[in-house]
């Protein structure tokens, strides 16, 4: 190396020692005494202690805020194709086992297993969605599109991971802490498995980069996120974008949207927020006539 290219590398070169550096130095010179031994002395960033107290919710929104959107960067993924559904929902090879158990059942508890598995159909037709995005390979402004993202649990979430998994892609999980036990399903790509404490957080990176919403039958936790979905764009806080609405009978059933409108608190048009869909070459040709990628 020259003269002039060790100056500019010195230059260049940052003057303060990162954090990572610090915290050898602190861990190689520590001495044992009653100062450096108590919490106190701890590096704040290294102190889980002090992390975890009540006044630093903040700081841990704001973590939780900006890891996954680093890594998602870093990632090269430009946008998202969402999808939201039951984690209860059986895959059609569990159906036939299902209902052989749930023969000697009360009436009550028979009728909900076979309503479960006759919503099976919609496990395949998330797994085929998500491999019909994920085979498409959309790459734009050198980053990929419409990745397919999950909450990253069974069922739907399970549905939607596998289908790009088995189209040779990658696909996001987003998960979350539970006091029950929650792990992510085997499909997600473990470098886009992302772990959350703060559902707020979670619900805000499922919508951060997504293109597409591709709603399931569900519970609580799907009608959380498609409702807030519909508010953010009746609202105009967020742009429109396709919301793929799939098993009209179902959600017909569970929610009246003529009788909303009708009864006037939303307008006859929101109705028009959402496309219905049965299978995922519905879901696909709505979305590329959308965006008129002429797929």
């Avoid at 903040?58 to 900006?66: A, D, I, K, S, T």
């Avoid at 959350?196 to 499922?206: E, I, N």
């Amino acid at each position: 190396m020259t003269e002039e290219e060790k100056r500019k590398a010195e230059l260049a070169d940052r003057k303060f020692y990162p954090a990572e550096t610090e915290a050898e130095f602190e861990k190689s010179h520590k001495t044992e005494t009653p100062q450096t031994a108590h919490p106190a002395y701890r590096l704040a960033f290294q102190d889980q202690d002090f992390l975890l107290r009540e006044e630093l919710r903040p700081v841990r929104f704001q973590l939780e805020l900006l890891k996954p959107e680093m890594l998602l960067e870093e990632a090269g993924v430009g946008s998202t194709l969402v999808m939201y559904g039951s984690a209860r929902i059986p895959p059609p090879e569990a159906a036939e086992t299902a209902l052989e158990g749930a023969k000697d059942l009360p009436d009550d508890e028979r009728k909900v297993v076979e309503s479960l598995v006759a919503k099976s159909k919609y496990y395949t037709e998330a797994y085929k969605l998500a491999k019909l995005a994920s085979e498409k390979s959309v790459i734009e402004n050198g980053k990929r599109q419409f990745v397919v993202c999950s909450g990253g649990g069974p069922s739907i979430m399970e549905a939607a991971n596998k289908g790009a998994s088995d189209a040779g892609a990658e696909s996001i999980g987003l998960n979350i802490i539970l006091p029950h036990e929650q792990a992510p399903n085997r499909y997600v790509t473990p470098y886009l498995a992302l772990n959350f404490h703060y559902f707020a957080l979670r619900k805000m990176h499922f919508l951060l980069r997504a293109k597409a919403v591709a709603v399931f039958p569900g519970g609580f936790g799907t009608f959380d996120e498609f409702f807030e979905l519909l508010t953010l764009i009746q609202t105009g806080k967020m742009k429109p974008i396709p919301i793929l609405l799939f098993g009209k009978e179902f959600w017909t059933r569970v929610v009246n949207f003529e009788a909303i409108a009708e009864e006037g608190t939303i307008s006859k048009k929101d109705l028009e927020l959402f496309h219905w869909c049965e299978t995922a070459e519905d879901a696909w040709n709505y979305l590329c006539e959308f965006y008129e990628l002429g797929c």
